[in-house]
């Protein structure tokens, strides 16, 4: 599917791109087919990614015109809407980044697979093996020895399989924790709780500063964390959450907001106890979602705050200052500056006068009339 939309995308461009590119050394050509992304954006292109499900409602002939004509077509219709939302782009650091973590995550399913072999294996011989994994590990070597002929030596096999990808696995860890320590957003994402170095890397190799999406509310939304609508006629109807978008993502923020809610009763800032009474007053589960949308928006604004100056330079306030007094000193500064003092000026005699009208108004409504005074008066 990828080959194909970037096929489509090499079709609509223009005649002067591939003279250029067919009159580059080969070296430049591979580096176009891994990375066609830099090069489209070093020759002066704007590289927009969409993904295939926004495209296909902007083709003409439907499902049956299906062809390269159509399918660039649909693309110059689709990017050219306003509220087109497209794929985040990544440079060559953060493909490299999710490499790890895709290769991470394959091992963790085939380490999950392998155990789970271990035990259906095991319960053909009447032996049952406790569901926790490391309560696994701990009672298969006390039965390793009594297991006749052939089963022995495949469950041994397997175990030293285990142990390599457990010590593969701590590997990839490592490599995740020093991305981590070595990115400042990914420093500031690993300040808030439940929020650990693979989750920060993940976020920062995923969105980078998160400039793609509008705002944190956004963010969540693609991530699947918010309740799907089911409203007409008037009344909101909410779902369960979407699960839209990257489940990775997802499923790290999720875990990650399950290790605070468990020991959010040890704690007493200001997140644990909020996190309790939703717990208490939603329940465990919705409460885990809760918390892992609450991280998901603050770490999209703190990677949009990482590359901010929080505050100018003492350099820079200077000649600022400079520039000021330079204008102010100017005659066309001068003239602006009686201009708006005497606007100033006029917007608070206007005030004032508002306010001075308003307590006439007050008064006149709350004195008695002068007929209810002299009644209450006559003996």
């Excluded at 020759?43 to 002939?61: E, I, Q």
């Excluded at 085939?110 to 789970?116: C, D, G, K, V």
């Excluded at 320590?181 to 808030?192: C, D, F, H, W």
């Excluded at 991280?295 to 520039?323: F, H, I, K």
Aim: hydrophobic share 40%; net charge positive; with cysteine.
């Amino acid at each position: 599917m990828f080959a194909a939309f970037w096929m489509r995308l090499l079709l609509t461009a223009s005649k002067e791109f591939f003279a250029e590119e067919m009159s580059r050394p080969r070296t430049s050509a591979a580096m176009v087919a891994t990375n066609p992304i830099e090069s489209l954006s070093a020759l002066g292109h704007t590289v927009r990614l969409m993904a295939p499900k926004f495209v296909a409602p902007y083709r003409m002939a439907g499902k049956r015109g299906k062809n390269d004509a159509n399918d660039a077509a649909a693309i110059c219709e689709a990017v050219s809407r306003p509220n087109m939302r497209f794929v985040p782009i990544k440079t060559i650091d953060q493909q490299a980044e999710l490499f790890v973590h895709r290769a991470r995550q394959g091992y963790i399913e085939e380490r999950t697979a392998l155990i789970n072999r271990l035990r259906g294996l095991l319960s053909e011989l009447r032996i049952a093996l406790p569901l926790k994994a490391s309560l696994m590990r701990r009672d298969i070597h006390s039965i390793l020895e009594d297991l006749p002929g052939w089963c022995n030596v495949v469950i041994g096999d397997m175990l030293v399989h285990l142990a390599d990808l457990d010590e593969r696995l701590a590997t990839y860890d490592r490599h995740l924790a020093k991305f981590a320590k070595q990115n400042e957003r990914a420093r500031l994402l690993m300040k808030l709780a439940g929020v650990g170095p693979t989750t920060a890397s993940a976020i920062v190799a995923s969105i980078g500063n998160g400039h793609d999406f509008k705002n944190s509310r956004q963010f969540c939304a693609w991530l699947g964390l918010t309740p799907g609508q089911h409203s007409s006629g008037g009344k909101a109807r909410l779902g369960s959450i979407t699960k839209a978008g990257d489940a990775y993502l997802r499923t790290l923020l999720v875990m990650g907001a399950g290790s605070l809610l468990m020991r959010a009763a040890n704690h007493t800032d200001s997140v644990s106890r909020w996190a309790i009474k939703l717990k208490e007053r939603r329940g465990f589960g919705r409460a885990v979602v809760a918390i892992a949308a609450k991280n998901a928006r603050m770490c999209r604004a703190e990677s949009r705050s990482a590359g901010r100056s929080r505050e100018t330079p003492a350099s820079n306030r200077l000649s600022t200052l400079t520039c000021l007094g330079a204008v102010w000193e100017s005659s066309p500064g001068r003239h602006m500056l009686a201009t708006w003092q005497s606007h100033r000026s006029r917007l608070r005699q206007q005030s004032n006068e508002r306010t001075r009208s308003g307590k006439s108004v007050r008064a006149r409504m709350t004195a008695p009339s002068d007929r209810r005074s002299r009644r209450r008066t006559r003996p």
